[in-house]
């Protein structure tokens, strides 16, 4: 019972409002990218400038995308909230703990019934 008091001490603990998952860094890098290609057009900066800008910017989409579908099939929990992903370990920790315990009241049955057979 310790662990189900620790976690509800733990205050937003809810999994909401976290946006933090593996492909956010790179939405950060694509932001920024994209903000620093619209500047050197407004800027009048060199073409070969906006040209390497444009082409940096397709190159980290495809990869967001190809990430995306990578951890999509191989775990989509990776896609999801970091504080998602600690409540959900969370659960199932004490899922398996209460198996355990229905477990241990199942044998206490059997070898009670067994022993009032005899």
Known sequence: MAFIDFLKSIQG??????????????????????SLTIGTFFLNL???????LMG????????????AIYFYKK???????EKFHFQKIALETIG?????FKD?????????LEGNEK
Do not use: C
């Not at 940096?56 to 990430?67: Q, Y």
């Not at 398996?96 to 355990?100: A, M, Q």
């Not at 241990?104 to 009670?112: F, G, P, R, T, V």
């Open 56 to 67: 940096m910017v397709s190159i980290l989409f495809f990869f967001i995308l190809g990430s």
């Open 13 to 34: 603990f809810d999994g909401k409002g976290s946006r933090s998952s593996v492909l956010s860094g790179f939405f950060w890098m694509f932001s920024s990218l994209i």
């Open 75 to 81: 775990n989509p929990d990776y896609l999801r909230s």
């Open 96 to 100: 398996e703990k209460e198996k355990e």
């Open 104 to 112: 241990l009241d199942s044998n206490i049955e059997l070898k009670a």
């Open 46 to 52: 060199p073409l070969i400038l906006q040209f390497f």
